[in-house]
């Protein structure tokens, strides 16, 4: 993790889910869990990220909720 942010490592984490969700291999819901506990774990904390993860192949215009 040389010079690369926690927002920038989480972001890229949540891209490969965010992969896995497109081709099938993982349901939104749980690619969004997956994505949480790696954001809690990494930096130790409930950090939010700076911008939302969109989990749909259509154009995103807000994060999901959570519930």
Request: hydrophobic share 40%; aromatic share 4%.
């Amino acid at each position: 993790m040389a010079d690369v942010s926690l927002i920038e490592e989480i972001q890229t984490y949540a891209d490969g889910r965010k992969s896995d969700v497109a081709r099938g291999a993982k349901t939104p819901a749980l690619a969004a869990l997956m994505v949480e506990k790696y954001d809690e774990g990494i930096a130790g904390t409930d950090l939010k990220l700076a911008q939302p993860v969109c989990w749909s192949t259509a154009k995103c215009t807000e994060a999901p909720e959570n519930s």
